[in-house]
């Protein structure tokens, strides 16, 4: 969980590149954030340029993640805007 909490300050400052290993390595670990981590993933992928990768952590985030949460809600917006991007 220590890990998952630095991963976490790293994306809300803005340091994609350095929380996205930290999101890897967290990938398969704590099941019960698996759908956290799959948005950190995603958004880290997004934010450094590499949309076409996010997609499928952000499509897997979604299947981990109750349907009406503010980050299933933030994940199909992010979903929109590169469907709108690479049509």
Excluded: F
């Excluded at 220590?2 to 803005?14: T, V």
């Excluded at 290993?21 to 880290?44: F, M, S, V």
Aim: hydrophobic share 40%; proline share 7%; charged share 25%.
């Amino acid at each position: 969980a220590l890990l998952k909490n630095k991963a976490d300050l790293l994306l809300a400052g803005g340091r994609y590149a350095e929380a996205l290993p930290i999101y890897q390595a967290l990938k398969e670990t704590l099941p019960e954030r698996r759908g956290e981590i799959l948005y950190g993933l995603g958004l880290c992928l997004h934010q450094t340029g590499r949309g076409r990768e996010a997609v499928p952590h952000y499509l897997e985030a979604l299947i981990n993640l109750p349907a009406d949460s503010p980050l299933a809600r933030e994940i199909k917006a992010r979903l929109a805007q590169l469907r709108k991007a690479n049509p």
